[in-house]
């Protein structure tokens, strides 16, 4: 009895032992799964492209709804005061994340980097960026592309169309202080416009810009978001206060968008 006893001791002694020097099988727990919603969840980062200088273009990616929604700035590189209020839009939709129902809103914060780097309207090979788009309207020459879509950043931006297929486009430019729209973005560009001190007013369709290849070739609504030329003065915090509620309702619409 006391021999079997102590051989029973042995054994688990030993089985003890091996399983502290880790030689046995270890424990394993299931898979949590997050309980948080789906949009909480989903925020991606990701470089999308690179420019001339090879400096990275950045698109960040919040909600996964089938309401598209794409956002850019910064298209030319000396209408700064975009890329700060796409990033504290960024900010605001994951701190409120339930504006982000239905949606996935994709962010292009600095569509021109080089540009930015060096307060120049064009790209580093001296290519205006809105100029460079597959439209009927667009005009070959140097300072637009010898032909469309030449430029790295341009095919960027036309990728991203591609690959998200946007409900809506909304550019952001200085400093013509108004909301220009084309295709059927009337009323899109008209909801914006209850939220900020900027009026509707129809540029025309310029030789192949983003607004013609979207609005005209695409028959996507877009609008054009022309602030003023001393809002690259402007501190984030008076920027949004100025601006979010108009980006907001361009993410909502066609529902009226009320900032709380």
């Known amino acids: 009895m ?18 502290l020097s880790g030689c046995a099988e270890p424990v ?8 948080l919603p789906s949009a909480e969840v989903l925020v991606q980062r990701q470089i999308v492209g690179t420019s001339v200088e090879n400096r990275p273009i950045e698109c960040i ?35 409120n994340t ?8 994709v962010l292009l914060p600095v569509a021109n980097p080089d540009g930015l780097y060096s307060n120049s309207r064009f790209n580093a090979n001296g290519v205006n960026l809105n100029r460079n ?15 469309a879509l030449s430029e790295p950043e341009t095919r960027t931006i036309e990728k991203l169309i591609s690959k998200y297929k946007p409900d809506r486009i909304v550019s952001i430019h200085q400093p013509l202080a108004c909301i220009d729209y084309d295709g059927s ?29 979207a609005g005209l070739t695409l028959g996507i609504p877009i609008v054009t978001f022309e602030m003023f030329q ?31």
């Open 133 to 147: 788009f597959a439209t009927d309207n667009r005009i070959n020459k140097r300072k637009f592309g010898y032909k």
């Open 2 to 19: 006391h021999k079997n006893y102590f051989v029973i001791l042995l054994v688990c002694c030993a089985l003890a032992i091996l399983v």
């Open 28 to 35: 394993r727990y299931p898979e949590v799964v997050s309980e």
């Open 98 to 105: 339930q504006l982000l129902t239905g949606k996935k809103v």
């Open 230 to 260: 001393n809002d690259s003065s402007l501190n984030d915090d008076v920027l949004w206060q100025r601006y979010g509620a108009a980006l907001l309702s361009a993410i909502t619409y066609p529902q009226t968008f009320t900032l709380e």
């Open 61 to 95: 990616m919040l909600g996964q709804g089938p309401d598209v929604i794409f956002i850019l700035a910064t298209i030319h590189g000396n209408e700064p005061a975009g890329t700060p209020l796409v990033r504290q839009l960024s900010k605001y939709l994951q701190q």
């Open 185 to 213: 973005a009337y009323s899109l560009a008209n909801e914006m416009a209850q939220h900020c001190e900027l009026p509707i007013k129809k540029l025309g369709a310029k030789p192949g810009s983003l607004g013609s290849y």
